[in-house]
């Protein structure tokens, strides 16, 4: 029996478990299929305080991990595959093992977004990737499209202009998302050039197995044309990691958990990170709305009114 399930090991989850180990609740945190989260694909993190020369995602939550473990964390590295919340305590499987908990932080952040295209699924892998940090380097003095307009989609294409000779960004309106600050290490760039108003109608070659051209569509004049590249990273955002869920705790019709707060509408359930926040997403508001959970958990697990002892 713990006092604290945390579901998720970013940096809302490791943040909330060094706040509940701190009062001394029995935590446990499941780290999931991509321990660390998001982060652990990114590359330099330039914008999380306290690190001003910057600092490499991996690095960064290892140093949170490590500070979650010295205050007594414990770690499964399974996935839960199924949550039975209807009574307390509540119960947890984690493939065939199941524990309990008096109190759940579902801190599961969000996977990538895909574009939904039939020769995107074949070529997943090969040639057709959603992280430039991990495949990068095999499209060293290639030519490279990045599909999205946001933070994510900048941060990619600049990545790959270590190796790529050439990264397209093919972005659907005419103007980037991403914040000034991104966007002008992009237009700066003499690597990168843009497709713009342009959406991803195929990506050629299935029959070959490799990625030798996008056809584009400009979306204001209906013009198609092949954009001949070898590989094309996707960085259209992210879905929050909510299957679980369904049906159990209150989503939003985009999937995210409905919170006050980082109270779910079950009580004693908790919520942290980009699972609930589809607005800020960013690894500092993720830190801190996990440091919330802890703190409402903890007041929760101790009557509301009884004094936090964090
Ligand atoms: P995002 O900000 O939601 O941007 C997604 C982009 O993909 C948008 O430009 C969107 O186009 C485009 N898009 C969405 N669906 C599409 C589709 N089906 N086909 C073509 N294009 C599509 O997501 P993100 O870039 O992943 O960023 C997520 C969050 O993480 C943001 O809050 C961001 O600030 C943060 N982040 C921060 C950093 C950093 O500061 N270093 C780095 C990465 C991410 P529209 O513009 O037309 O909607």
């Not at 039939?118 to 997943?124: A, C, F, G, M, T």
Request: charged share 25%.
């Amino acid at each position: 029996m713990y006092d604290v399930t945390i579901i998720g090991s970013g940096p809302a989850g490791l943040t909330a478990a060094i706040y509940t180990r701190r009062a001394e609740l029995a935590t446990l945190v499941v780290s999931g299929a991509q321990p660390g989260g998001q982060l652990t694909i990114t590359s330099a993190v330039d914008n999380f305080p306290g690190f001003p020369d910057g600092i490499e995602g991996p690095e960064l939550m290892d140093r949170i991990r490590r500070q979650a473990e010295k205050f007594g964390a414990e770690f499964d590295a399974g996935e839960v595959t199924a949550v039975d919340i209807d009574t307390q305590p509540f119960r947890i499987s984690i493939g065939k093992k199941t524990i309990d908990t008096r109190a759940i932080i579902i801190a599961t952040g969000s996977a990538c977004r895909w574009l939904g295209l039939e020769s995107e699924l074949k070529l997943r892998g090969k040639g057709v990737s959603a992280c430039a940090t991990c495949d990068g380097f095999f499209f060293t003095g290639k030519r490279v499209a990045v599909i999205g307009g946001g933070d994510a989609a900048i941060e990619e294409a600049t990545f790959l202009t270590r190796f790529a000779s050439r990264v397209t960004i093919v972005h659907r309106r005419g103007e980037l998302r991403a914040s000034r600050a991104m966007q002008k290490r992009a237009l700066d760039n003499p690597k990168i050039d843009y497709e713009w108003n342009s959406v991803v109608e195929d990506i050629l070659d299935p029959a070959q197995n490799r990625v030798t051209a996008l056809v584009l569509k400009n979306v204001e004049t209906g013009a198609r044309k092949e954009l001949p590249v070898d590989g094309v990273f996707v960085a259209v955002g992210h879905e929050p990691a909510t299957a679980v869920f369904r049906g159990k705790i209150e989503l939003d019709a985009k999937g995210y958990i409905v919170t006050d707060g980082t109270r779910t509408s079950v009580p004693g359930i908790f919520a942290a990170g980009d699972v609930h926040d589809s607005r800020y997403r960013q690894a500092v508001s993720a830190a801190g709305s996990g440091c919330r959970a802890a703190i409402d958990a903890l007041k929760f697990l101790a009557g509301e009114d009884a004094l936090p002892g964090w």
